[in-house]
Nanobody, 117 residues
Framework: QVQLVESGGGLVQAGGSLRLSCAAS????????MAWYRQAPGKQRELVAS???????RYADSAKGRFIISRDYAKNTMYLQMDSLKAEDTAVYYC???????????WGQGTQVTVSS
């Protein structure tokens, strides 16, 4: 099994930056793709960015040019660097990981990001 724990959320002014972290533990060698999702009040959960086992990254249009996803295999940690934050970025951000053989999906508990105008 894999456990995921997010951290780094908080309150920030519009235009500011935050760096989210997702620490993975357990059977971390079986993780393939990892991703960040977010869910704002009254809205569906949406994909923000993903990073494949080989290092390929993909971003939602709303995140391109502002967010950077990265992964440190030695530390079993994924990051989301968030710059030029906007009020519409306010949401609970969730870490996601997929087993590269079984396709089992793992989720963290989420971390709140609030951007004030």
């Amino acid at each position: 099994q894999v456990q995921l724990v997010e951290s780094g959320g908080g309150l920030v002014q519009a235009g500011g930056s935050l760096r989210l972290s997702c620490a993975a533990s357990g059977s971390t060698s079986n993780i393939g793709t990892m991703a960040w999702y977010r869910q704002a009040p009254g809205k569906q959960r949406e994909l923000v960015a993903s990073i494949l086992r080989g290092g390929t990254t993909r971003y939602a249009d709303s995140a391109k040019g502002r967010f950077i996803i990265s992964r440190d295999y030695a530390k079993n940690t994924m990051y989301l660097q968030m710059d030029s934050l906007k009020a519409e970025d306010t949401a609970v951000y969730y870490c996601n990981a997929v087993h590269f053989i079984s396709s089992q999906t793992y989720w963290g508990q989420g971390t709140q990001v609030t951007v004030s105008s």
